[in-house]
């Protein structure tokens, strides 16, 4: 008989906005191939997203001087590809169930040290956000064009400020 379809990971992507409206990506350390992406991770059964993103912003990129500023009305979800196996819970999970939050942040870029207990990323750099649905792997894409689109308005508020 059928096995029930396995949950989705809830799961936050990090919109972290700098103070031209650029956005942080960073590239992945455990792809050979170039792999870059948003900062994301999951979200704790007692967290809600902009908690969870604050968490993970600090985990990930090692600082967490940023206030966060909007989350996207919709969640996205992804499934993941056969052959990946790195993800958390990969075996429990069919894939992620995404909330963007986006961040203005308020440190310098000296503050962002990728060398964290458990480095996830080699290197990072600031973008215009109509350029993530280009660089990101196929499988992440309509996540991240959701994300340019619920998140454009916000740009343009922190450029023109």
């Not at 990971?9 to 191939?33: Q, T, W």
Request: net charge negative.
């Amino acid at each position: 008989r059928d096995m029930p379809e396995k949950p989705y990971r809830p799961c936050v992507a990090i919109v972290l906005f700098n103070r031209d409206g650029k956005v942080l990506v960073a590239e992945r350390n455990d792809v050979e191939a170039a792999s870059w992406q948003l900062p994301q991770g999951g979200i704790d059964p007692e967290e809600n997203p902009a908690e969870a993103a604050l968490r993970e912003l600090e985990e990930e990129i090692g600082t967490a001087a940023a206030t966060v500023i909007a989350e996207a009305l919709d969640w996205t979800d992804y499934d993941w590809p056969a052959d990946i196996d790195r993800t958390p819970g990969k075996g429990r999970f069919r894939g992620q169930r995404v909330k963007p939050v986006a961040l203005h942040f308020a440190g310098s870029d000296d503050d962002i040290d990728l060398a964290t207990a458990h480095p996830e990323f080699r290197a990072w750099k600031w973008i215009d956000i109509e350029e993530i649905p280009r660089l990101i792997v196929s499988f992440k894409k309509p996540l991240y064009v959701a994300i340019v689109a619920a998140f454009l308005k916000t740009r343009d508020g922190i450029r023109d400020s």
